[in-house]
């Protein structure tokens, strides 16, 4: 039995010495010392040894068992050790490799357009206001001199959710919703940036989304005069010095009187070409004298106090600004289209 645990631990050693990964030794492991393996099977015959030898035979297969398992521990560290290093090798890093290049994103044109309106605006002394894109049907329209079933509610078709909730279809509603919170006391003098929504068929100058300003000075005599001084204060720093704007009549419910706003032609400078339809002029906005009626329904004295408003389309801004053909490049978002206006 003496020799038979010595051949085993031989046998066995010899395995361990040339186990060429982890799993081979892992065999080796359960192959000797696991429960079916030859020394647990020498353990369990020595019921038949005699009483001397008992003790002789189990301290050294006990020995032997010990030794096979620090070997395997030994060489199951080398191995690992072994292993790390080839797959650092394999990983090394070359760092006088070029990086690859970051495409850095830009501001989107729209919302350029409509920072350089805020800061122009924010120079003649007006404010920021904000309203909801989920309207209701009041500020919409009934605030706005609009009634339930007023023909004019056609100019604009709408999306409803219900028949008192609607996605805004202008920015006119911040105009009521500015004039309530300020309880009848001017002035106002508020722009009103947002996004807007109409049933409106898409083509190369319209969108069903799209982007409006609103523009809203409420004081005691405030003049049509004073309409057109800001809208050409602003139309020569936004478009340039040598840029004439001209105000045609037009209707909006809720303005009286009210005009449409041209502005002269930037790519004929007002000698009428293609983009401007031969005419020397394009149209930008809606604008007017606050009606009395919107005044006194946002809780105003139309007797002491009188305002002007009006209504600007952005993406139609960046398109004469910029000489951009179709309004679904601001929505398509191709990345050679956007990056143009990466600012430096
Ligand atoms: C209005 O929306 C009025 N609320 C403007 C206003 C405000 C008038 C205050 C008086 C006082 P209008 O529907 O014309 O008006 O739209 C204003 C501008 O929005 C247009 O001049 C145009 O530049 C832009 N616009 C209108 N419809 C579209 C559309 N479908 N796609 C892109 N831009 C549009």
Redesign the pocket.
């Known amino acids: 039995m003496r020799e038979r645990l010595e051949a085993l631990r031989d046998e066995a050693l010899a395995k361990v010495a040339v186990a060429k990964d982890v799993k081979a030794l892992q065999d080796v492991r359960v192959a000797y010392l696991g429960k079916k393996g030859p020394i647990t099977e020498v353990l369990r015959g020595m019921g038949k040894l005699s009483a001397e030898e008992r003790p002789v035979i189990g301290q050294m297969a006990n020995d032997v068992r010990d030794a096979i398992k620090v070997q395997v521990e030994l060489k199951e560290k080398e191995l690992e050790a072994a292993a790390i290093e080839k797959q650092l090798a394999n990983e090394s890093i070359d760092v006088t490799l070029p990086g690859r290049p970051v495409q850095g994103g830009s501001t989107h044109p729209l919302t350029q357009v409509v920072e350089e309106v805020e800061e122009a605006f924010l120079g003649l002394g007006f404010s920021v206001a904000e309203g909801p894109e989920v309207e209701v049907d009041y500020y919409n329209f009934e605030a ?1 001199n609009l009634p339930k079933d007023h023909p004019a509610r056609d ?2 078709d709408s999306f409803y959710f219900t028949e008192e909730l609607l996605l805004r ?4 509603p911040v ?1 009521a919703r500015t004039m309530e919170l300020h309880k009848g006391k001017g002035p106002v003098k508020v722009i009103c940036p947002g996004k ?1 929504f ?1 049933r ?1 068929d898409d083509d190369a ?4 989304q ?1 982007m ?1 300003i ?3 000075f409420v004081d005691e005599n405030v003049r049509m005069s004073d309409l057109k001084g800001v809208l050409e204060q602003f139309a020569k720093s936004f478009f340039g010095e040598d840029r004439q704007i001209r105000l045609r009549p037009s209707f ?1 419910p ?2 009286e009187p ?1 005009v ?1 706003v041209d502005v002269s032609c930037g790519m004929c400078g007002g000698k009428g070409c293609r983009v401007c339809k031969q005419s020397g002029w394009i ?6 004298m ?1 009606h009395p009626r919107v005044l006194e329904m946002s809780g105003f004295d139309s007797t002491k106090y009188s305002g002007f ?5 952005v ?3 960046a398109m004469l600004k910029y000489d951009i053909d179709d ?1 679904r490049h601001f929505y398509t978002n191709d990345i050679r289209f956007l990056a143009q206006f990466k600012r430096v």
């Open positions: 706005l100019m604009q279809t202008h920015t006119s105009q807007v109409r409106d100058t319209h969108s069903h799209f409006q609103e523009g809203l909006f809720f303005t009210s449409e149209e930008v906005l809606g604008a007017g606050v408003a009006f209504g600007m389309g993406e139609r801004l309004i």
